[in-house]
Nanobody, 121 residues
Framework: QVQLVESGGGLVQAGGSLRLSCAAS????????MNWYRQAPGKQRELVAA???????NYADSVKGRFTISRDNAKNTVYLQMNSLKPEDTAVYYC???????????????WGQGTQVTVSS
């Protein structure tokens, strides 16, 4: 019913930039919060950045000042601009959305399949 598809991952040198995108499609009425998480090998998944439908944002301390989350509500798409990348940013990045379906009811939580970001030193 609902799909979240990420794109934009890849290999980049330290100090470089990448822009991740995540497009939500399907029987969606309203998307509340859209988030980016990441999971490095051997580590727990962590919240990187979040943005509400109104545009309020929140960032992990480790990425503040380097990453910027934004969204296009008309396209049901969230972006993550990542600048000044560090090797410790290497992880699989996952898109997550809290949304209400067309049939109504409570919000549901959906995840994308993940996109690999690798930062070489």
């Amino acid at each position: 019913q609902v799909q979240l598809v990420e794109s934009g991952g890849g290999l980049v040198q330290a100090g470089g930039s990448l822009r991740l995108s995540c497009a939500a499609s399907g029987s969606i009425s309203n998307i509340l919060t859209m988030n980016w998480y990441r999971q490095a090998p051997g580590k727990q998944r962590e919240l990187v950045a979040a943005i509400t439908s109104g545009g309020s944002t929140n960032y992990a301390d480790s990425v503040k000042g380097r990453f910027t989350i934004s969204r296009d509500n008309a396209k049901n798409t969230v972006y993550l601009q990542m600048n000044s990348l560090k090797p410790e940013d290497t992880a699989v990045y996952y898109c997550n959305a809290d949304l209400i379906l067309l049939r109504g009811g409570r919000p549901y939580d959906y995840w994308g399949q993940g996109t690999q970001v690798t930062v070489s030193s």
